[in-house]
């Protein structure tokens, strides 16, 4: 039984938003910053959010030439110019809120790396920067086989570079988010389980174990784990495990930068004088549908094997951690932001690149609630 001050100061608040990863952070800050005068409480199942936002490996990036060829198949040119502006302006709403070097944003340049001198991405490079140079004033993409003997990558035919793509710290991202939430008067309760969320004439009750909080509206960030909580089998979203590696090479890394290969499913960066390294899903694709956290041991080996073979050829190196995070995929890259009601919206599904469209997401569910 609640007492009084419980359910007034705790229990109770205008907004409530479900998820504390960068989705769920940015509609509720979104909403203090539409309307000071709101109250708006995070209810995240963690202890700390325990998804996808504190596990990924800090890309600030927009799409491989492949990559942004796979979306011109599935979404239209069109669908994927937009695409790549939300993710864009994302990237821009993240470092005006929180400032570039807070979350330790550094231009170091992105690229792919391409195995097969005959490959689609090669010869499309042209028709890419045509359809993004509205967005970027210019070419963002190139051919720069000029870096490969100095990175000393093996096996690799060719690079691909973009100058617009950046690698930040995926910690102080969030707790610096948080932080700033913080700032705004927004509470975030961790160790709240979200399991049923009742609309009612004139509010919303949202449980979790035996606590219920009550609001006007609710904003439902919880990306892979929306099914479960939403109980709706039809919602087009898949989770998707994925495993970062933290490497600590013996001799200085030879490269700077992010990385990326077959069609984005594999992924590397410098971080200080570590490397980082994930990816390798598309290798067991039905198994890591899964929103359990764990690490693939045959997708590890295949990762060591390339780590062996292509980034860091006959050096030597020590694996210092390897975790796993859990991503939400479709039948297509775009997010979904919809109202499941006057009450009730939600913004999900952010895809492998949440880092950069996650600001975004949150702002259109939180612009969306308070449109009428
Ligand atoms: C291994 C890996 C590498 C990645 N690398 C990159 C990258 O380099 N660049 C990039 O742009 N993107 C990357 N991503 C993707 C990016 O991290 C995600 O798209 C983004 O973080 C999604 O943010 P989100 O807030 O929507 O979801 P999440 O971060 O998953 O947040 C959802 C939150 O909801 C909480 N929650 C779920 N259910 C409930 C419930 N019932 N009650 C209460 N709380 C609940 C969860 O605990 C979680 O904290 C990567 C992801 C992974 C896993």
């Known amino acids: 039984m609640h007492s009084l001050w419980e359910k007034q100061s705790f229990l109770s608040a205008d907004v409530t938003i479900i998820g504390a990863g960068i989705t769920g952070l940015s509609a509720a800050a979104t909403f203090k910053e539409l309307d000071p005068s709101l109250s708006v409480i995070v209810l995240e199942k963690g202890v700390l959010p325990t998804g996808a936002s504190t596990k990924n490996a800090g890309f600030a990036c927009f799409g491989s030439v492949s990559e942004l060829l796979n979306d011109v198949e599935t979404l239209g040119e ?41 490959s689609n991405a090669l010869q499309q490079i042209e028709y890419v920067n045509s359809l993004l140079s509205p967005l970027f004033q210019g070419s963002v993409f190139r051919n720069a086989n000029e870096k490969l003997e100095a990175f000393g990558f093996g096996t690799t035919t060719d690079l691909i570079e973009n100058t617009f793509e950046g690698q930040l710290d995926t910690g102080k991202l969030i707790s610096s988010l948080w932080n700033y939430c913080n700032q705004l008067g927004i509470k975030v309760h961790t160790g709240c389980h979200v399991t049923d969320i009742k609309e009612e004439e004139t509010c919303v009750r949202v449980a979790s174990d035996d606590v219920v909080f009550k609001s006007e509206k609710v904003a ?3 990306n892979a784990f929306t099914k479960k909580l939403l109980k709706k089998e039809e919602l087009d979203i898949v989770p998707g495990r ?11 890394l030879k490269f700077e930068g992010t990385f990326h290969y077959h069609d984005g499913y594999y992924y590397f960066r410098d971080y200080y004088d570590k490397l980082l390294y994930g990816g390798g899903r598309n290798l067991a694709l039905e198994e890591e549908q899964t929103d359990s956290f764990g690490i693939n041991e045959s997708v590890k080996k295949k990762l060591i094997e390339d780590l062996e073979t292509i980034i860091l050829p006959d050096q030597e190196y020590e694996i210092e951690m390897t975790w796993s995070g859990i991503m939400a995929f479709g039948s297509n890259k ?25 600001s975004l997401v949150g702002e259109e569910v939180a612009e969306l609630l308070t449109a009428d």
């Open 78 to 118: 069109n669908g994927m110019i937009s695409l790549v502006e939300k993710r864009w302006d994302g990237l821009q709403k993240t470092c005006q809120r929180l400032g570039r070097s807070v979350i330790d944003l550094q231009v170091k340049n992105g690229y792919e790396l391409i195995f097969d001198r005959s």
């Open 334 to 358: 775009s997010p979904i932001v919809k109202k499941l009601s006057n009450r009730i919206a939600m913004g999900v599904r952010l895809g492998g690149m949440g880092v950069a469209i996650g």
């Open 220 to 222: 439902i960030c919880t």
């Open 242 to 252: 994925g495993i970062v590696m933290s490497i600590i090479p013996k001799q200085p």
